[in-house]
């Protein structure tokens, strides 16, 4: 049994001028690199497969394996196809999901963590070019990933022929410009290759057909962040901590109603009521009412789901996902409608356009429930939404037009009397009063 | 005769290079250089558009028609692709923005905890009570541009506000007005994580990949504070409670 909290990430933090070269050195940075060094490519991408490193971006994809999708050059034989072609690795530091904020401080406090897992996966995957994609937004993190790349470069990590492998590598900080849908790795690639934010259809996916058309993988910060421990530690290490097809050590974000929200990583699988324990419980004592796993994309949960197990596939047994394992937590005072409205808002305004179930859908589902909010809506505006989210669901370009509905079907699933009592209270459209005035109607 | 629609060798066509052609560029002569150092970055050149664009920002704090016409002939690409990218992204702006930017974040979780009052209160200490300023206006003194976020990565830290991207945590509708009120003095309040403020056009640098510029600060902005309480809370208790992530093997790697 681990501790209940399990610090490996977040334990670099703690440290004066934790973000610098020395201080991540001190504690044993950049020996792993070493090590990784010393390991055929291909053993790390073994290793990192075995040790069951799933993504900690969203979806949860084994990371080992997506960088098993890269084609690589048989021994002897001349390349062919895209494994002829460079490949490419792409850091998607693009935070913006509602309720995620752990990739933030984890580049402010400690980039030479990512750096380290940058350069380690550069090697397994044999590329020579890779880009941090950040979120323009966050500026001191663009700042300390900057200076961080920099001090790598001086400490001979980055460059040519590094420690005297004949391994070459560079690295670009590249900060975006706002836009949410380039968290979307697709539409992350064609933003960093100079264009609009916008997904590509798949297949081709990425590992075939990624930045410039060549092999590429796109991982999250705190999933690459990961990768130098596993090496340090190795994968029955890495498997001590959380379950058995989700492993590790997580950052769960908690925020909202708390007593003491933050980031607390610990083993995957740690519910809420234990989280809730560590973070000194409910602010105020005001009991609990809604809560997201893993983001606003993830459907909401209550007070009847604080002992499922925060993993991926416990998470997906309770009627959720995952997702950032960002745990925004509402008490009683907050309204669901009024919640779902301002989350449906954010799609609205960050649905790119490309497709129309998306752009129309989250137009006119945000349109409804602010005319519910309003107290205008009717109880026939409930059967609409979920009809709208019929049609957005699964029939969109991307995930972000099934994120969109989320919110919405797992708030009328679990608060409909609070969606249909918006509609008790509702006032007449002064329209419909003076039509009714005129025709002397008693109605 | 030429075709007036043929597409020329740069992908435009001849009709929109001649439109081109006649924009007046040379209020960028200055960045010529740093435009070619952000090519040089990428394997490809038009990776380079999104830091280019930020570098527009940095000359003339917004992406005008002649920014729009210096990317396309930096990059040898329309004004339309230019123009078609510009629009897309929010941190691009096509009115001047003010000396300084400020952010409040009105998603769900802020909203929740006071970021809609902040943000009421803001538009009505920069516009007046009958006239509140709206999403990216900007006061009559030039001193401040304001705009409603979207979540801005730092939830735990409710509710946030950013001034020029810098965070300012845990807010009340008091000292967001108090630092709205000192912007506008010509002061500059220090951001709760980050470096010392300078201005938005400043920031823009940053954002253009010139970290360490003197007019965002030099090396020593690197420095900045960052680990709040919050971050670090996790960390901290673990500590005091000597819990741990189980010991890594002596012979780690490769088991």
């Known amino acids: ?443 | 005769m030429e075709p007036e629609h043929a597409i020329d060798e740069a992908g435009g066509t001849t009709a929109q290079h001649a439109e081109l052609s006649r924009v007046d560029t040379s209020v960028f002569d200055g960045v010529r250089e740093r435009a070619a150092a952000i090519l040089a970055r990428y394997p490809q050149p038009r990776s380079a558009l999104l830091p280019l664009l930020h570098l527009v920002q940095h000359v003339e704090g917004h992406v005008s028609r002649a920014g729009i016409a210096f990317c396309a002939e930096v990059l040898e690409i329309t004004t339309a692709e230019v123009s078609a990218v510009a629009t897309f992204y929010t941190m691009y702006k096509r009115e001047p923005v003010g000396r300084h930017l400020v952010s409040v974040c009105t998603n769900t979780l802020c909203a929740a905890l006071g970021g809609d009052d902040i943000y009421a209160a803001v538009r009505e200490r920069l516009g007046g009570p009958d006239q509140p300023l709206g999403h990216e206006q900007t006061a009559a003194d030039g001193s401040v541009t304001i705009e409603h976020a979207e979540c801005l990565a730092a939830c735990d830290l409710a509710p946030v506000l950013t001034v020029d991207y810098e965070f300012f945590d845990k807010q009340t509708v008091d000292s967001a007005l108090e630092i709205i009120d000192a912007l506008r003095r010509g002061e500059k309040p220090h951001p709760t994580r980050g470096a010392p403020l300078t201005d938005f056009r400043s920031v823009e640098l940053l954002l253009a990949g010139f970290f360490d510029d003197p007019a965002v600060g030099g090396l020593e902005a690197v420095a900045g504070p960052s680990a709040a309480v919050e971050s670090l809370r996790g960390a901290r208790l673990a500590e005091e409670r000597g819990w741990t992530a189980p010991p890594v093997p002596d012979e780690g790697a490769h088991t």
């Open chain 1, 1 to 443: 049994m681990t501790d209940p909290l399990t610090p490996v990430l977040t334990k670099h933090w703690l440290g004066p001028e934790s973000w610098t070269l020395r201080h991540y050195t001190e504690l044993g940075g950049y020996s792993a690199l070493r090590t990784a060094f010393d390991t055929p490519p291909d053993d790390l991408v073994a290793l990192v497969k075995d040790a069951g490193l799933r993504g900690r971006g969203g979806a949860g994809f084994p990371t080992g394996m997506k960088w098993s999708f890269i084609p690589q050059a048989k021994p002897g034989e001349e390349p062919t196809g895209p494994a002829a072609k460079p490949k490419y690795l792409v850091i998607n530091a693009d935070e913006g999901e509602p309720g995620t904020c752990k990739d933030t401080p984890l580049m402010m406090a400690d980039p030479h963590s990512l750096i380290e897992g940058c350069i380690i996966t550069a090697y397994a995957i044999r590329a020579h070019f890779c880009a941090i994609y950040v979120r323009g937004e966050i500026v001191h993190c663009i700042r300390r990933l900057h200076a961080a790349v920099r001090e790598a470069y001086e400490a001979g990590h980055l460059g040519k022929d590094i420690h005297g492998t004949g391994f070459d590598l560079d690295i670009v900080v590249h900060a975006g410009a706002g836009a949410y849908i380039c968290g979307e790795e697709t539409a992350l690639l064609d933003s960093l290759e100079g264009r609009r934010g916008q997904p590509r259809l798949k297949p081709p996916f990425p590992a075939t057909a990624g930045l410039y058309a060549a092999p590429t993988v796109v991982n999250n910060v705190e999933t690459i962040a990961t990768v130098p421990s596993i090496v340090a530690g190795g994968k029955d290490w890495f498997r001590t901590m959380g379950r058995e097809r989700s492993p590790g050590p997580k950052i769960y974000s908690l925020s909202g109603h708390v007593e003491r929200p933050g980031q607390y990583e610990a083993p995957l699988g740690t519910t809420l009521r234990q989280l809730l324990e560590l973070a000194g419980g409910m602010k105020d004592g005001i009991p609990l009412k809604f809560w997201t796993p893993g983001g606003s994309s993830t459907p909401l949960l209550t007070a009847e789901h604080l002992d499922v197990p925060l993993d991926f596939e416990g998470a997906t047994e309770a009627g959720s996902m995952l997702g950032t394992t960002a745990l925004m937590i509402f008490n009683e005072t907050v309204s669901v409608p009024w919640a779902v409205m301002k989350w449906t808002e954010f799609y609205e305004h960050e649905s790119c356009g490309k497709c129309t179930p998306c752009r129309e859908g989250c137009y006119w589902m945000a349109g409804i429930l602010r005319r519910m909010v309003d107290g205008e809506g009717t109880e026939a505006d409930i059967d609409t939404l979920l009809d709208v989210c019929d049609n957005v669901l699964g029939r969109s370009f991307c995930a972000l037009g099934d994120g969109a509905v989320s919110p919405i079907t797992s708030g009328i699933k679990y608060f409909r009397d609070e969606f249909v009592a918006l509609c008790g209270a509702q006032r007449r459209h002064p329209e419909v009063e003076r039509i009714v005035e005129l025709s002397g109607a008693s109605a």
